[in-house]
T-cell receptor, first 116, second 112 residues
Framework: SQQGEEDPQALSIQEGENATMNCSYK?????LQWYRQNSGRGLVHLIL?????REKHSGRLRVTLDTSKKSSSLLITASRAADTASYFC????????????????FGKGTHLIIQP | NAGVMQNPRHLVRRRGQEARLRCSPM?????VYWYRQLPEEGLKFMVY????????ESGMPKERFSAEFPKEGPSILRIQQVVRGDSAAYFC??????????FGSGTQLSVL
């Protein structure tokens, strides 16, 4: 499996409910980011959490990071129809050489559908 | 402040032709990344460039694909002798450093 795998692949919930998506990765990281992609569009950055952080909030978003389990979760509270999109986690891998990182590695995403 | 600009939005090529995809990063951004996305898939890293330098091309196919980011002008992803398997959405992103990426709207390449 690849670095940065989201779970579930697809999620359908009712408007107003909370949506939780998970991401697992394999290697040591500098940071982990979550992005959103609306159909046919580019990705939009949502939130970044560094390897020394455990939880971060931004509006209705809450991200957790557990480096011991190499996993992260994204929680969207009080979901809205406009939250319908694909959500990707991306990791900025820590190079063993310490010489910086290559490009972010993305998972396949979770497709979230919010039903009105 | 304009975002990352990619053009064309859609590109149709016949097998064997060349495809040129352009990307103008956000103002002040010196890091450019190219990614490829197939339907229902995540983004696959292709190449990371800074001005006039290719920093990491570990995701680029060894043949037919090349990228540049000249001192002046946009970054170019060039695909020579395209094949049907090259059909995909190609996204460019820019950043000031290896953190938050700003993505363009992508170029959808269709090879007939």
């Amino acid at each position: 499996s690849q670095q940065g795998e989201e779970d579930p692949q697809a999620l359908s919930i009712q408007e107003g409910e909370n949506a939780t998506m998970n991401c697992s990765y394999k290697t040591s990281i500098n940071n982990l980011q979550w992005y959103r992609q609306n159909s046919g569009r580019g990705l939009v950055h949502l939130i970044l959490i560094r390897s020394n952080e455990r939880e971060k909030h931004s509006g209705r978003l809450r991200v957790t990071l557990d480096t011991s389990k190499k996993s992260s979760s994204l929680l969207i509270t009080a979901s809205r129809a406009a939250d319908t999109a694909s959500y990707f986690c991306a990791t900025d891998r820590l190079k063993e050489s310490g010489g910086g990182a290559d490009g972010l590695t993305f998972g396949k995403g979770t497709h979230l559908i919010i039903q009105p | 402040n304009a975002g990352v600009m990619q053009n064309p939005r859609h590109l149709v090529r016949r097998r064997g032709q060349e495809a040129r995809l352009r990307c103008s990063p956000m103002k002040g951004h010196s890091h450019v990344y190219w990614y490829r996305q197939l339907p229902e898939e995540g983004l696959k890293f292709m190449v990371y460039l800074q001005k006039e330098n290719i920093i990491d091309e570990s995701g680029m196919p060894k043949e037919r694909f090349s990228a540049e980011f000249p001192k002046e002008g946009p970054s170019i992803l060039r695909i020579q002798q395209v094949v049907r398997g090259d059909s995909a959405a190609y996204f460019c992103a820019s950043s000031t450093r290896h953190e938050k990426l700003f993505f363009g709207s992508g170029t959808q390449l269709s090879v007939l």
